[in-house]
Nanobody
Framework: QVQLVESGGGLVQAGGSMRVSCAAS????????VGWFRQAPGKEREFVAA????????MYADSVQGRFTIFKDNAKDTVYLQMNNLNADDTAVYYC??????????????????WGQGTQVTVSS
């Protein structure tokens, strides 16, 4: 099994930047894809970004393309989401996710079998 633990959320002003982290542990070698989803108050959970564990392919939601970057520190088995030029619409609980069954890179929740507990990101306008 794989465990995912997020950290780094908090309060930031609109236009600012924030980085959230996801530390992976357990059967790391079983991870095919890792990524981020988010859920804003009163809204459906939505895909944000993901990449293959090897880093060969990356995918972003249109709403964050060009502002967010997903990357990994191989030495620490930690995945980061760097978020720039934040706005109020980015306020949400951010969840780290992993695909350990090989469903492949994509934006559908069903592709991801492992979820972290989430970290709150609040953007003040």
């Amino acid at each position: 099994q794989v465990q995912l633990v997020e950290s780094g959320g908090g309060l930031v002003q609109a236009g600012g930047s924030m980085r959230v982290s996801c530390a992976a542990s357990g059967r790391i070698r079983s991870i095919y894809v890792v990524g981020w989803f988010r859920q804003a108050p009163g809204k459906e959970r939505e895909f944000v970004a993901a990449f293959t564990w090897t880093g060969a392919r990356t995918m972003y939601a249109d709403s964050v393309q060009g502002r967010f970057t997903i990357f990994k520190d191989n030495a620490k088995d930690t995945v980061y989401l760097q978020m720039n030029n934040l706005n109020a619409d980015d306020t949400a609980v951010y969840y780290c996710v992993a695909d350990t069954y090989g469903y492949g890179l994509g934006g559908e929740e069903a592709r991801y079998d492992t979820w972290g507990q989430g970290t709150q990101v609040t953007v003040s306008s």
